[in-house]
């Protein structure tokens, strides 16, 4: 398995994840279809500009075309602070296969080599058992549950928190 950065080429994968009910269900539900172009577009102008890392889970290099999801990083401001945070999407054929945790696992390693994000937090929906389980193996530590926003909806999310640079083995 590898990452690699997001493509223009990446809007049907963003499809399969954004806009399946399955899929978005513990994210409060689909995405409309409308504006994904738009969206991968500023991921990619996002990615060259070292903001925000957003790579794409690669499951076997000789498929190279094949994704299994996404695993992201980016910054924003919370409360007027910076904060870092870390968040995937495993599309369904590939679950259970320890991708994610591994993607997870494969950020945080270059987070930690990087140095800029200092913590790291993950809110995983508390109903996403599977999330919630790669945040405890991989070393997160729980930091309570709390109602966060995303895209315009407010979930009840599991807080997670993480030094890569001390936290991992």
């Known amino acids: ?18 806009c399946d009910p399955v899929m978005m269900a513990d994210l409060g539900g689909p995405l409309p279809r409308e504006g994904v ?33 996404n695993v992201v990083m980016w910054s924003h401001d ?26 997870v696992r494969m950020l945080l390693d270059l987070a930690r080599g990087d140095g800029r994000w200092g913590l790291v937090h993950a809110f995983p929906a508390t109903s996403n058992t599977p999330s919630n389980g790669i945040c405890r193996s991989v070393g997160f530590r729980f930091a309570g549950e709390e109602d966060v926003t995303f895209a315009g909806r407010l979930l009840h999310s599991n807080h997670w928190v993480i030094n890569p640079a001390a936290d991992l083995a």
């Open 1 to 18: 398995m590898r990452l690699r950065d997001v493509e223009l080429a990446d809007v049907d994968a963003y499809v399969r994840m954004q």
């Open 37 to 69: 172009e738009d969206k991968v577009a500023r991921d990619v102008r996002a990615v060259a500009a070292d903001a925000d890392w957003i790579k794409m889970i690669v499951p076997d290099d000789a498929a190279a075309d094949v994704v299994a999801g």
């Open 78 to 103: 919370e409360d007027g602070e910076p904060m870092s945070e870390i968040g995937w999407m495993v599309l369904p054929e590939f679950q259970g296969r320890g991708l994610g945790k591994l993607a």
